[in-house]
């Protein structure tokens, strides 16, 4: 390696060292605010600064490094996220014989005693008939993606709907069992 190059990459080391020092409070401010997880903002804050490194090794001209740094921040955040799987609903197995949808953040442990099982009873009773307040499409699409656990693809090939039709129902259903069932969650 010639010295112009060694003194190419030790100018780029330093910049990237300076862009470090200026932008890591702001940007892990950033990264924190939008992902719940201590870990994992602190991992996307070292990706984000791996990829500047790895783009100043290969000579990626980068004109805006404030924009490019929460450019590549958003996008290692949608990346995290779609990586998680999504809070599922299952069928319940109770030993009454009643048979039920659950979010399992929400309902009580079942063997929490009489006041919990009170609680994951009536839950279960509300659960239920906000699905069944669910207009057919929206209904249908959330119980096979959520209950069943089958796949958008799965569900378009049987279907024929296209997956931006389904995305949008499934949508609208979230949304409205969250603000039907808010009271669950929110501790009121």
Same mark, same amino acid.
């Given at each position: 390696?010639?010295?112009?190059?060694?003194?190419?990459?030790?100018?780029?080391?330093?910049?990237?060292?300076?862009?470090?020092?200026?932008?890591?409070?702001?940007?892990?401010?950033?990264?924190?605010?939008?992902?719940?997880?201590?870990?994992?903002?602190? *991992?996307?804050?070292?990706?984000?600064?791996?990829?500047?490194?790895?783009?100043?090794?290969?000579?990626?001209?980068?004109?805006?490094?404030?924009?490019?740094?929460?450019?590549?921040?958003?996008?290692?955040?949608?990346?995290?996220?779609?990586?998680?799987?999504?809070?599922?609903?299952?069928?319940?197995?109770?030993?009454?014989?009643?048979?039920?949808?659950?979010?399992?953040?929400?309902?009580?442990?079942? *063997?929490?005693?009489?006041?919990?099982?009170?609680?994951?009873?009536?839950?279960?009773?509300?659960?239920?008939?906000?699905?069944?307040?669910?207009?057919?499409?929206?209904?249908?699409?959330?119980?096979?993606?959520?209950?069943?656990?089958?796949?958008?693809?799965?569900?378009?090939?049987?279907?024929?709907?296209?997956?931006?039709?389904?995305?949008?129902?499934?949508?609208?259903?979230?949304?409205?069992?969250?603000?039907?069932?808010?009271?669950?969650?929110?501790?009121?």
């Amino acid at each position: 390696m010639s010295e112009g190059a060694i003194q190419t990459l030790m100018a780029g080391d330093e910049r990237i060292s300076e862009a470090v020092e200026q932008h890591e409070p702001r940007l892990r401010s950033f990264i924190r605010a939008r992902v719940p997880d201590a870990l994992d903002a602190e *991992d996307i804050l070292q990706d984000v600064f791996y990829e500047l490194a790895r783009a100043n090794r290969l000579l990626v001209p980068i004109e805006h490094l404030s924009g490019w740094l929460y450019q590549v921040a958003r996008n290692r955040i949608t990346d995290l996220f779609r990586k998680q799987q999504p809070e599922r609903l299952r069928e319940l197995d109770a030993e009454d014989g009643d048979e039920g949808l659950l979010l399992a953040e929400l309902l009580p442990a079942a *063997d929490g005693g009489p006041e919990a099982a009170y609680a994951r009873k009536a839950m279960l009773a509300e659960l239920e008939q906000a699905l069944g307040e669910l207009p057919a499409e929206q209904r249908a699409i959330f119980v096979a993606h959520e209950v069943e656990g089958r796949s958008f693809n799965e569900i378009v090939a049987e279907s024929g709907v296209s997956i931006n039709t389904l995305l949008s129902r499934k949508r609208y259903a979230v949304l409205y069992l969250r603000k039907r069932l808010a009271h669950f969650y929110q501790g009121s």
